[in-house]
């Protein structure tokens, strides 16, 4: 079974793209058939980026910003619960060797 490899592209790329959607009035799906890029891939770029029209570059949107700070979060979330059981069972393992 051969491994499906993923096409990258560049900053550029991507902000011409997005720059084709917003001025051609073209449909994404048609704009994505013309520069030969997978279904989707242009929403998905809108969500992730927004074009800074003063220096012409791409930047993470707001979306993009706080998806990445509940990712974040939630890893932090996952090592303090996992300290706090920690902590649990050594009380547990504590208060009985002091009953003895």
Request: proline share 2%; hydrophobic share 30%.
């Amino acid at each position: 079974m051969s491994k499906k490899k993923y096409r990258k592209f560049s900053e550029t790329f991507k902000k011409d793209a997005l720059e084709l959607l917003e001025n051609s009035g073209k449909t994404k799906a048609e704009i994505e058939r013309d520069l030969g890029i997978s279904p989707g891939l242009l929403g998905k770029w809108k969500m992730r980026y927004k074009i800074d029209q003063e220096n012409r570059t791409l930047s993470p949107s707001d979306t993009e910003a706080a998806q990445k700070e509940i990712r974040r979060l939630k890893r932090e979330l996952d090592t303090a619960r996992m300290e706090r059981e920690i902590l649990k069972k050594a009380i547990s393992i504590f208060s009985q060797v002091g009953k003895e």
